[in-house]
């Protein structure tokens, strides 16, 4: 793969994984500039990573030797900025969410298109060393036929960390729009289109009090509920259950757990890029039928630990998903993270609020194919 130039629009809180991490493993990325409202967030940046240029965001915008942009900026403004991007004849690579309804992801998308150019979109940890090898062990039949899966993402919202949570309780974000994508890309990625959703939600606290930055101390009222439960059935017949919630201080919920007929997947957390996978095969339950000793009976009790089948270049990482759309964009392959399956996340993150909103299931109308796996053994910075 050859160099890419890429360039950075929106320099706060995850700007510094991007750039940190890319610089580090995704060699073949090289992060020419970098671009915010506020010039001086850019330029702090810069020189805490090293990034050459610092540019006003009408000069990254039009500046003829950057291919990607990132779009880094708050939820808020990705639609626009995003098209802003592709109509400056730059390729696309969003944070999530790509955008908070169909309509307006689809038209994004059909403005690439338009415009020849390519599109890629976070949550890139479904590529990540972990999640690859929960998708080899699912289609090497390791549980057999998944029918169910649960997905917890319990915490209590970003006012304790985050200088700026004011956007996180916007009605473009939430727990759905800011956390639900990391659990749906999985969930898509490893077992296929969603079918039907059904869902409700609350929250947790009427107001919230925000505890670091320059709000310190101040109150802020959600836009949104806090709190979303979802059950959705996937077009493989499987039944998930997927809780997302703002407003939960500590659980004891699995993150991530596939049933199968022959066995249990389960897996840290899709929000982090790495995690060893574990399993519990049906033999361990079984053969204590036969075999009572004290080992089988051992055996019998607990998950196995299963290998990480490609690099694990950090838990908490970003820029595989950069990598793959710089290698699709010179290959001329759809990226991982399609248009079809862009739609389809989001059209799913619609649909639970729209579910939950109504009070009635949302049948999906769009779907997608499972994104290409990774070849286990492929090099760190290839892809
Ligand atoms: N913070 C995280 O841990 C995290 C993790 C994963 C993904 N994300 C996603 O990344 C995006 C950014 O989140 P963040 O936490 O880095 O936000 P942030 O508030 O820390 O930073 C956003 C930056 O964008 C700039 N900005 C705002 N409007 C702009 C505009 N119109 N043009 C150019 N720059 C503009 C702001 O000045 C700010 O520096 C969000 O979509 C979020 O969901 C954040």
């Given at each position: 793969?050859?160099?890419?130039k ?30 915010d ?7 702090k ?36 900025l ?19 309804n ?29 999640l ?8 090497d ?14 915490t ?20 759905i729009?800011?956390?639900a ?7 898509v ?6 079918d ?62 596939i ?8 897996y840290?957390d ?74 389809h ?39």
């Open positions: 793969m050859k160099n890419c890429v360039g950075i629009l929106g320099t706060g809180v995850i700007s510094r994984t991007y750039a940190g991490d890319i610089k580090q493993f995704y060699k073949k990325l090289e992060i020419d500039a970098c671009a409202i506020n010039k001086d967030a850019a330029s940046l810069s020189s805490e990573y090293g990034i050459p240029r610092v540019l006003s965001v009408d000069e990254i915008l039009n500046d003829p030797s950057i291919d990607i942009i990132i779009n880094l900026t708050p939820p808020q403004f990705h639609v626009e995003s098209k802003k991007i592709l109509n400056a004849g730059k390729h696309l690579f969003s944070e999530k969410p790509f955008a908070a169909l309509e307006d992801a689809r038209s994004i998308l059909e403005l690439a298109k338009e415009k020849n150019l390519f599109v890629g979109c976070a949550p890139d940890t479904f590529l990540s060393s972990g690859q090898s929960v998708r080899h062990y699912l289609d039949n390791l549980i057999g036929k998944p029918f169910f899966v649960t997905a917890n993402m319990t209590f919202g970003v006012e304790t960390w985050h200088r700026n949570p004011r956007a996180f309780y916007m009605k473009t974000a939430g727990p729009y800011d956390m994508p990391y659990y749906i890309s999985a969930i990625s490893l077992l296929g289109p969603i039907s959703i059904t869902a409700l939600s609350c929250k947790g606290q009427e107001v919230r009090h925000i505890y670091v930055g320059p709000d310190e101390g101040k109150e802020l009222v959600p836009e949104t509920d806090t709190h979303y439960s979802a059950v959705m059935r996937l077009k493989s017949g499987a039944v998930v259950n997927l809780n997302v919630s703002f407003d939960i201080y500590r659980s004891n919920l699995p993150m991530f757990e049933y199968g007929s022959d066995g249990t997947l389960t840290p899709p929000n982090f890029g790495g995690g060893s996978p574990k399993i519990y095969r049906k033999e361990q339950f079984t053969d204590t039928v036969y075999n009572k000793s004290e080992d089988a009976v051992k055996r019998s009790e607990s998950f196995v630990t299963l290998p990480e089948l490609f690099p694990r270049v950090k838990d908490y990482s970003r820029g595989i998903g950069v990598l793959d759309l710089a290698d699709a964009i010179e290959k001329g392959r759809t990226p991982r993270t399609s248009g079809d399956f862009i739609l996340v989001t059209e799913a993150l619609e649909g639970i609020i729209k579910s939950a909103d109504n009070n009635e299931t949302y049948k999906m109308t769009t779907t997608c194919e499972r994104p290409e796996p990774i070849k286990p053994g492929t090099d760190l910075g290839e892809i």
